[in-house]
C-alpha cells in the first residue's frame, strides 16, 4: 500500500530552522512530481514547493530564498529546509504528488513565534 509519511515538524522562533521529511512507502518518486503542502490555522490549503523527478524545482514567491526542497537518489525521501523562518511559516504541512487538494494525511505541525 503506498503512503507517505511526514516528520520533522516542531516549534522554533522567528529565524529559526526546521528540516521536513517525507518517506514513502509502497512506490517512488520516479517519474512522479511531489510537493510540500501547508495548511496554515483557518486557512486553505496552500501548495509551497514542488520537485520533478529531473530534480527541477518550484517555490512559491514568499519562501524562495528561505526554503530549499530536495530528494534522495532512491527517490524515495524528500525533504524541506526551511530557515529564517517567519511567524507566517506557522502551519501543517504535507507531502504528496503535485495535483489539487493535498492537504491530507498526518502532516507534521510547524510553529512558529515571535
Known amino acids: 500500500e503506498a503512503d507517505l509519511v511526514e516528520s520533522g515538524g516542531g516549534s522554533v522562533q522567528a529565524g529559526g530552522s526546521l528540516k521536513l521529511s517525507c518517506k514513502a512507502s509502497g512506490f517512488t518518486f520516479v517519474d512522479r512530481e511531489m510537493g510540500w503542502y501547508r495548511q496554515p490555522p483557518g486557512n486553505l490549503c496552500e501548495l509551497v514547493s514542488t520537485i520533478t523527478s529531473d530534480g527541477e524545482t518550484y517555490y512559491i514567491d514568499s519562501v524562495k530564498g528561505r526554503f530549499t526542497i530536495s530528494q534522495d537518489n532512491s527517490k524515495t525521501t524528500m525533504w524541506l529546509q526551511m530557515n529564517n523562518l517567519k511567524t507566517e511559516d506557522t502551519a501543517v504541512y504535507y507531502c504528496?504528488?503535485?495535483?489539487?487538494?493535498?492537504?491530507r494525511g498526518q502532516g507534521t505541525q510547524v510553529t512558529v513565534s515571535s
Open positions: 504528496d504528488e503535485y495535483g489539487p487538494g493535498r492537504c
